[in-house]
């Protein structure tokens, strides 16, 4: 009956398994070698969880000369979305993650494709009549409405919804019932027929045993719910798909999200049906973040912008700082090897799964912007303003004028890199700009300014033009300096903070105040690195003219 159900329901299927087997071998690669895939939706989102866990992928693969793929996973047809394969790779490619073999926007690369889940279904259907022919399924008939009575009748027994057992009507039809609908043109899904205990009897559970690489020994209830594995349009569901796709493409260790974890014991019963040796699982834990009650919870396309990847990218963040920052939540003694290897390329720390968090990892932009400033701190300037100008280029190119000279742009990155105690001013491109914009007059122009502060606003025009006159470009910083001092003396305001704070009442205010007021007519800002050397690199003209401009604006 088995072998003609299953010519009844798949007359086109003329391969069979062993072909399958014998076109896809086992992989020629070293011992060790770890074979993983990224298997995204193509709906054009890339989001955090998929960087995260394409990281592990790439991390495990390449750290044991093995292979990383991508395999569009698109049996979901509604969610295609054109293009998404490009912007996939190109938005993984911007962190430094790439693939060896797998789909591309030009096609296939790599001998175990196809990569793309909906031109595999000839595949899917062999292994599906597969098990029709071994009775471990059977095409059900059961309509929307008929399912619906099922579940309102197994909700007023209190028991789980879902189609097993009793409740699998189909699964009891003569091969001349079925052939009578099939006949008449009823549509039919494949169902897998479960062996799980499905009594629901609270004494009798039986377990399925997975070790999980990064949550350890797993045990839970065995599956027993009669899963769709082809829809009525012969595709395949999710669960059938990526059990048959990670054996033929020979997977070893499969990455994914935690939301999986229910799902677990069908595709060991799949496995197990089918026959297949099971690859490593690798459940990731749910990116988390602290909400302003200091609650975690989980990040949210809608709530949080951070989610997406585009975020990063338009932002301007440095891809190493996104890789760094991620390193920092995906294993939890990368930190410590930091600190022991302050300028080792990160693939040389040795990535494990036993290190990750199975509890919610969890994501917090203050620390990713505190790693970013040391990361780029390791970058050279001339690197920095390339980063920039490209993404500048492609994000604002309104701002590409301040890009005109290389020299006088990096000298302004380099201001106080190299002090004992490095300024961490830079961040990511857009709050560089914000940051960097009192260098540039179109950018300057326009940027709102501090106020001038109290105890010498009254004196910023005295102040302002005694420092014009004796002014000279070719002073030293502390030359320069003493030039302040006497100015601030000379108008009553202390020549060191601390005199006017043991005597307040002698004085206008202190030599602080002063150059406050030189700094703001000078970069509209009552913070920045120090004066003397930006003026250095600005120029005499240009300081000249700025605090004249400032002056005729009081
Ligand atoms: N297509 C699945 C998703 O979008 C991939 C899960 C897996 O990697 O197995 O989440």
């Not at 969880?49 to 044991?64: I, K, P, T």
């Not at 004992?420 to 007059?441: A, H, N, T, W």
Request: aromatic share 12%.
């Amino acid at each position: 009956m088995s072998e003609k159900l299953a010519n009844l329901l798949f007359p086109n299927i003329e391969k069979t398994p062993s072909d399958y087997e014998e076109c896809f071998p086992g992989r020629d690669l070293p011992k060790g070698a770890k074979v993983t895939r990224l298997g995204p939706s193509p709906t054009g989102f890339m989001h955090l969880g998929n960087l995260y866990g394409a990281f592990v992928d790439e991390r495990l693969a390449h750290q044991s000369n093995g292979v990383f793929y991508l395999r569009i996973e698109d049996t979901d047809d509604k969610r295609y979305v054109e293009g998404a394969v490009d912007t996939i790779i190109k938005s993984l490619d911007y962190f430094g993650i790439h693939f060896d073999e797998g789909a591309t926007k030009d096609g296939d690369v790599g001998k175990y494709g196809s990569y793309t889940q909906s031109e595999r279904k000839e595949i899917y259907q062999t292994y599906a009549k597969e098990l029709v022919r071994n009775g471990f399924a059977y095409p059900c008939f059961l309509t929307e409405d008929e399912i619906n009575k099922i579940r309102a009748e197994q909700e007023s027994q209190k028991l789980t919804p879902g189609i097993y057992g009793d409740f699998a009507p189909s699964r009891n039809l003569s091969y001349e019932e079925v052939e009578e609908k099939i006949k008449a043109g009823k549509p039919w899904v494949l169902r897998l027929a479960s062996s799980g205990d499905c009594s629901q009897r609270t004494d009798i559970v039986r377990k399925i045993r997975v070790n999980d690489a990064i949550r350890g020994r797993l045990e839970m209830p065995e599956n027993y719910h009669d899963v769709v594995i082809l829809k009525t349009t012969g595709i395949p569901t999710y669960h059938f798909a990526h059990v048959i796709d990670d054996h033929l493409m020979r997977t070893t260790h499969v990455v994914r999200g935690a939301e999986w974890l229910p799902s677990l014991p069908i595709h060991v019963e799949l496995f197990e049906k089918l026959g297949f040796e099971m690859p490593i699982y690798c459940h990731t834990a749910q990116l988390m973040k602290l909400d302003e009650e200091g609650n975690r919870r989980k990040l949210s396309k809608r709530n949080d912008p951070e989610l997406s990847l585009d975020f990063y990218r338009k932002k301007g963040y440095h891809p190493a700082a996104v890789r760094e920052y991620l390193l920092t939540i995906l294993n939890s003694n990368f930190e410590e090897w930091r600190i022991e290897h302050p300028d080792s390329n990160y693939e040389n720390f040795e990535f494990t799964t036993e290190k990750m968090s199975n509890s919610g990892a969890l994501f917090d932009l203050d620390k990713l912007n505190n790693i970013s400033k040391d990361v780029l701190l390791g970058i050279p300037a001339a690197e920095l303003y390339d980063f920039l100008k490209n993404w500048a280029g492609e994000f604002r190119p309104e701002l590409l004028d301040i890009f005109e000279d290389e020299e006088y742009f990096c000298s302004f990155v380099d201001l106080g890199r190299d002090d004992k105690k490095p300024r961490k001013d830079l961040v990511y491109g857009e709050q560089i700009i914000e940051f960097m914009s009192c260098y540039f007059d179109i950018l300057h122009d326009k940027m709102p300014k501090d106020s001038l502060p109290e105890e010498a606003s009254g004196d910023a025009e005295l102040i302002l033009n005694k420092y014009l006159e004796t002014y000279n470009h070719s002073d030293d910083q502390s030359q320069w300096f003493d030039k302040i001092r006497e100015i601030a003396t000379a108008l009553g305001y202390a020549a060191k903070p601390k005199d006017f704070k043991k005597h307040p009442e002698d004085y206008k205010g202190h030599v602080g105040h002063v150059s406050t007021v030189i700094r703001i007519a000078l970069l509209g800002r009552a913070t920045s690195p120090d004066i003397w050397s930006i003026q250095q690199i600005m120029g005499e003209e240009m300081v000249r003219g700025r605090i004249k401009k400032y002056i005729s604006e009081l």
